[in-house]
C-alpha cells in the first residue's frame, strides 16, 4: 500500500515531501525527548489540530491541483491563449518579488540594528518577519501558478456542461483558499512550538519568568512579514490589473467597437494576467494577513488577560489556564480547515442554472461550514474548559454571523439580481453621468449596514465575555469574533479566487472564438464570479476591521512588553495613584491614563486625522497611480492599431507583450511609494507623539479606512454588474448607448474595487502591525524625543 501511494510521487516531490516531514518528525521528537524535563505545562492535546489542520490543508491542496490538471487544456489556440497569460503572471510575479525581496532586505537590516544594537526589539523577530513575508509570498505564487493552469481548462469543461465548469474553477481556486491557511497555520504553529518547547531548553535564559506573555508578544510582530509582503501584492496587483482592464476598454470596447477578450485587443492578455495578480495573488495575501493576525492577536490578548485577572494563582496553574485561551482560537482554525475542505466538496450545480442557483451553490458549502463551525466550538471549547466558555462561544458566533451579513448585503448591492445594481443599470438610458452618480450613491449607501454589522459584533463580543469589568477579557473576545469569522477562510477565499479563473475562462473562449453555448456557460460562471468577488472583497474589509481591533489592544501588551524589557520600566507612576505600579499589573485603563489617551489630548487629535487622512490620502496615490500606468496603455493600444491597421481584419497579430511590459513596469514603480508611506507614518507619529499619538492614528485610520473601503468596492462591484446586465440585453443590449454608458461606469469603477478599495484593508492592518513591530522602539525612545521636541 505504502508503494502504491509512493510511486506516483516524482523524485523532486519525494524529496521535498521527505524533508517536510523530517523537520516536523524533529519538532514533535524534540517535544518528546525533553517532555521529562518540562519546566512548564505542556499544551492542551487539541491544541495539535492547528498543525494536523495546516498538513490536511495542503494535502488537499495538492489534491485539487492534481484534479484540475487532469483535465484537457482544450485545443491548440486555447493553449497558446492560457500559455501567454501564464507567461505574463509569473513574468510580473518575478518582478515583484524582486521589489519586494530589496524591500525586505531594508528592513530586516533595521530589525536586526534595532535588535542587537539599539536593544529595543526581540532578538527573533528580524527573522521571524522573513518567515511571514515568505510564506505569504509563496501563497501567492501557487495560487497563481494553479489559476493559469485553470483557466483554459476551465474553458475546456465549460464544454461538457456548466457544473464541470464550475467544479474546475472552483477546485482551482480552492488551492489558494487551503494553501493560504495551511501555510498560515503550519508558521503559527512551528514557531510557537520552538519558542515554547526548544527556546525554553536550548537557550535556558532567553525568557524570564513566565515565557507565555513574552512568547505571544513576539508572536504578533510575525505578522509584519505578512503584512508587508500583502500592501505589495495588494497595490501592485491593483495597478497592473485595471491599468490593463481600462486600457483595454476604452481602446478596444470604446473607441474600436470590438468585444470583450476579443484577440485583436493588443491588452488582452495584459487584462487577464492582471485578474491573477490582483485578485489571486493580491486577495490572497491580504486574507493570510488578516487569518494569521487575527489568531496571533486574540492569543496574546488570551494570556495578557489570564495573567491580569488570575495574578494570585500558581504559575504552573496560572499558565495552564494562559495555554487553554492561547489554544482556542488555533484550535478554531485547525477545525476551520476540515470543515472548509468538507464545504468545498458540497459545491456542485445543474446545466442552465440561473445567477442565483449558481449563487446558492456557492452558499451552501459557506453557510453550511460557517454552521458546523459554530456546533464544533462548543465541544472545543468545553474540552478547553474555559472558566467563560459559553460567553466565548457567544462572541464566536457573533463573528461569523458578521461575516455571513456582510457577505450577503455585498451581494445585495452588488448582484444584478438586486435592485441598486438594476438602478444603476437603468440610469444608463441617460448618460454616463447618471451611472457614475447612481453607483457612487450605491456606494455610499452599502456602508450602512457593515458599519451597524460591526459595531453590533464589536459590542456584543466584548460585553458578552465580560468586557464591562474585565477590559482584556473584552477584547479577547473581539479578537475570538475576528478567528471565528475567518476560521472557515479556506473555502470563503476559494469563491474569491475563482472569480478571475472563470473570468479568464471566458476571455480563453472568445479568443479561441468557441462555440456561442460555451462562451455563454463561461459568461455565466464569469458573472457569478464578479459577484463572489465583491462579496470576498466585503467579507475581506469586516474581517480586516475585527483584526485591525484586535492587533490595536495587543499593541498595548506589546508597549507593555517594551517598557519591561527593553526601557527596563518595572513600574509606572500611574497619575491618581499613591503608589508605582508594577509594569506587569497594569491595567488597560491605567495604561490610558499614564499615555493621557483622551479625547482632550491634542496628541491623540492629531493622530485622529493623521489616520483619517492617510485612507483617503493613500487611495488618492493609488487611483492616480492606476490613471497613470492605464495612460500608457491607452496610448500603446492606440499605436498598435494606427501602426498595425490590419489587426482589425486578423491579418496582423497584435503585440500582445509589448502591453504585459507596460503594466508590469508601471505596476513595479507606482507600488512603492504608497506601501513605504504605510511603513514610515506610523513610526514618525510613534517618535513624535508617542503611544497617544499612536492609537489616535489607528483610531482615525481604521474608521475612515473601513467604511471608505466598503463604499468603493461595492460601489465598484455594482458598477461591473451594471455593465453585465446591460450586455445580457437590458435598455439595448451591448453596443447600444446604455451598454457604453455603463463600461464608462465600470471603468470609473475599476481602480475603485480592485486597486484602492481592497488596499485599504492591508493599510489599516499593516499601520497597526508596523506600531507593533516598533513598539519598543516607542517604548524606549518616544519620551525622550517627544521630550526634546516639547511634546511630552
Not at 157 to 181: C, K, P, S, T, W
Not at 199 to 223: C, D
Not at 328 to 335: C, E, Q, R, T, W
Amino acid at each position: 500500500m505504502i508503494e502504491t501511494i509512493y510511486k506516483p510521487l516524482c523524485a523532486k516531490r519525494r524529496k521535498y515531501l521527505i524533508i517536510f516531514l523530517l523537520i516536523f518528525l524533529s519538532v514533535i521528537v524534540t517535544n518528546s525527548a525533553f517532555a521529562q524535563a518540562e519546566a512548564h505545562p505542556s499544551v492542551p492535546a487539541a491544541w495539535w489540530l492547528a498543525p494536523i489542520g495546516s498538513l490536511f490543508a495542503l494535502a488537499f491542496a495538492l489534491i485539487f491541483y492534481k484534479s484540475v490538471m487532469k483535465q484537457d487544456e482544450g485545443n491548440e489556440t486555447m493553449r497558446e491563449i492560457a500559455q501567454a497569460v501564464r507567461e505574463g503572471a509569473m513574468a510580473y510575479l518575478k518582478q515583484q518579488y524582486k521589489v519586494v525581496g530589496i524591500v525586505f532586505a531594508v528592513l530586516c537590516a533595521i530589525f536586526l540594528f534595532m535588535a542587537y544594537v539599539l536593544n529595543a526589539q526581540n532578538k527573533v523577530i528580524p527573522f521571524a518577519f522573513l518567515t511571514g513575508g515568505f510564506f505569504s509570498g509563496l501563497c501567492g505564487f501557487l495560487g497563481m501558478k494553479t489559476a493559469t493552469n485553470a483557466s483554459a481548462r476551465t474553458t475546456s469543461a465549460a464544454m461538457q456542461g456548466l457544473n464541470e465548469g464550475l467544479r474546475i474553477a472552483f477546485r482551482a481556486g480552492a488551492v489558494m483558499g487551503l494553501v493560504v491557511v495551511g501555510f498560515a497555520l503550519l508558521d503559527i504553529a512551528v514557531w510557537f512550538i520552538i519558542l515554547y518547547d526548544v527556546f525554553p531548553k536550548v537557550l535556558p535564559n532567553f525568557f524570564e519568568g513566565n515565557p507565555l506573555p513574552q512568547i505571544t508578544v513576539i508572536m504578533l510582530s510575525f505578522g509584519m512579514g505578512a503584512s508587508t509582503q500583502a500592501l505589495f501584492a495588494r497595490v501592485g496587483g491593483g495597478i497592473y490589473t485595471k491599468a490593463a482592464d481600462v486600457g483595454a476598454d476604452l481602446v478596444g470596447k470604446l473607441e474600436a467597437g470590438i468585444p470583450e477578450d476579443d484577440p485583436r485587443n493588443p491588452a488582452v492578455i495584459a487584462d487577464n494576467v492582471g485578474d491573477n495578480v490582483g485578485d489571486v495573488a493580491g486577495m490572497g495575501a491580504d486574507l493570510y494577513e488578516s487569518y494569521a493576525g487575527s489568531i496571533l492577536a486574540t492569543a496574546a490578548l488570551g494570556v495578557a488577560a489570564v495573567g491580569a485577572k488570575y495574578a494570585d494563582l500558581p504559575l504552573e496553574e496560572l499558565m495552564t489556564l494562559q495555554l487553554k485561551y492561547l489554544s482556542a482560537p488555533m484550535i478554531l482554525a485547525g477545525v476551520g480547515v476540515l470543515l472548509s475542505i468538507l464545504g468545498i466538496y458540497m459545491v456542485r450545480t445543474k446545466e442552465g442554472a440561473t445567477m442565483k442557483q449558481l449563487m446558492g451553490s456557492l452558499n451552501l458549502g459557506i453557510n453550511m461550514s460557517a454552521v458546523l463551525i459554530a456546533v464544533v466550538a462548543i465541544p472545543v471549547l468545553m474540552y478547553l474548559d474555559l472558566p467563560n466558555k459559553w460567553q466565548i462561544w457567544g462572541a464566536i458566533v457573533t463573528g461569523l454571523a458578521a461575516g455571513l451579513i456582510i457577505g450577503k448585503v455585498t451581494e445585495i448591492f452588488t448582484s444584478q439580481d438586486y435592485k441598486p445594481t438594476q438602478g444603476i443599470a437603468e440610469q444608463s438610458q441617460t448618460g454616463p453621468a447618471t451611472v457614475i452618480i447612481e453607483g457612487i450613491a450605491v456606494g455610499m449607501e452599502s456602508t450602512a449596514i457593515p458599519v451597524i454589522t460591526i459595531a453590533v459584533a464589536v459590542a456584543v463580543s466584548f460585553y458578552l465575555p465580560g468586557g464591562a469589568k474585565d477590559t482584556l477579557m473584552g477584547l479577547y473576545g473581539v479578537g475570538i469574533a475576528a478567528v471565528g469569522m475567518l476560521a472557515t477562510l479556506g473555502i470563503t477565499l476559494a469563491t474569491d479566487a475563482y472569480g478571475p479563473i472563470a473570468d479568464n475562462a471566458g476571455g480563453n473562449a472568445e479568443m479561441a472564438k468557441l462555440d456561442p453555448e460555451v462562451r455563454q456557460r463561461t459568461d455565466q460562471l464569469d458573472s457569478l464570479g464578479n459577484t463572489t468577488a465583491a462579496t470576498g472583497k466585503g467579507f475581506a474589509i469586516g474581517s480586516a476591521a475585527l483584526t485591525a481591533l484586535a492587533l490595536m489592544a495587543a499593541y498595548l501588551e506589546e508597549i507593555r512588553f517594551g517598557l519591561i524589557h527593553l526601557a527596563n520600566k518595572a513600574t509606572l507612576e500611574i497619575p491618581g495613584v499613591a503608589e508605582p505600579v508594577e509594569t506587569l499589573k497594569v491595567s488597560i485603563s491605567q495604561f490610558m491614563i499614564y499615555y493621557n489617551v483622551t479625547l482632550m489630548n491634542p496628541q491623540v487629535l492629531i493622530g485622529l486625522f493623521i489616520g483619517s487622512g492617510m485612507a483617503f490620502f493613500f487611495c488618492a496615490l493609488t487611483m492616480k497611480a492606476v490613471g497613470r500606468a492605464a495612460g500608457a496603455m491607452v496610448q500603446e493600444v492606440r499605436r498598435q492599431f494606427r501602426e498595425k491597421p490590419g489587426i482589425m481584419e486578423y491579418k496582423e497579430k497584435p503585440d500582445y507583450a509589448r502591453c504585459v511590459a507596460i503594466s508590469t513596469t508601471g505596476a513595479q514603480r507606482e507600488m512603492i511609494a504608497p506601501s513605504l508611506i504605510a511603513i514610515i507614518v506610523p513610526v514618525v507619529v510613534g517618535l513624535i507623539l508617542n503611544v497617544a499619538g499612536v492609537l489616535g492614528l489607528l483610531a482615525g485610520g481604521l474608521a475612515t479606512g473601513f467604511v471608505l473601503a466598503i463604499m468603493m468596492a461595492n460601489a465598484g462591484g455594482a458598477w461591473d454588474n451594471a455593465k453585465k446586465y446591460v450586455e445580457q440585453g437590458a435598455y439595448g443590449g451591448k453596443g447600444s448607448d446604455a451598454h457604453h454608458a455603463t463600461i464608462v461606469g465600470d471603468t470609473v469603477g475599476d481602480p475603485f474595487k480592485d486597486t484602492s478599495g481592497p488596499s485599504l484593508n492591508i493599510l489599516i492592518k499593516l499601520m497597526t502591525m508596523v506600531s507593533i513591530v516598533f513598539a519598543g522602539l516607542i517604548a524606549k525612545y518616544g519620551d525622550v524625543i517627544g521630550g526634546l521636541l516639547g511634546m511630552q
